[in-house]
């Protein structure tokens, strides 16, 4: 058996078809610029996948060949089923790792697994985003200096309402005066995820070595040691127990 990271990146593969501003950007999708970027670290066994396949892309089947999940959505987070989203959801509490970016901070996947409205403010004008890395122990940010730019990016701004993280990675400035939590992880079953601001749909932040050196470490930490279905199950005890008491005889 390999112990390579199988990585599923998941688009929902919409505006890169129907928008031309987009497709100039990322002409054959998001997910294979995601996945042409991967293929600079070793270690990983990528395969894309996108709304419009069969399960929506992420069939039972899918989901237990993956180790870790990249999720991008934006415009279609309505047509992910339910079903779809339960499905992904029992996986990510079995172990399954979850890498969510950007504008999935809105889907229903994200939601769900961390149960708040994962809102926040947001502001296109193409201003300069300086991502500052509080966590240079963490292995998702082996590599990655004291900060890095990005010359053009959507803002998004605090307040992120989401759960308290269990570690905060990033944290991002923007030029127009903003801060947000741009890098989060937390844990929920086994399952691991992070969060990660960077990348809008109309500018090339998935070319940006940074942004992918941060991903592959992220898809690295968040493949868990153990795959591990739910389970209520009566339990027999170890050792032999006294009778139990019965109730008072007498009144
Ligand atoms: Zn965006």
Redesign the pocket.
Known sequence: MSSAVRVTIWNEFLQEREDEAVRRVYPEGIHKALEQGLRDYPGFMIRTATLGDPDQGLADAVLEDTDVLIWWG?KAHAAVTDETTARVQRHVLSGMGLIVL??GHWAKVFKALLGTHCSLRWREAGERERIWNLAPSHPITQGVDDYFEIDQE?MYGERFDVPEPDQLIFVSWFQGGEVFRSGCVWERGHGRIFYFRPG??TYPTYYHRDVLRVIANAARWAKAPVRMDDACAMSEPLETLPPPVSGTEEE
Do not use: I, T
Request: proline share 0%.
């Open positions: 934006h950007h504008s959507e809008h749909e």
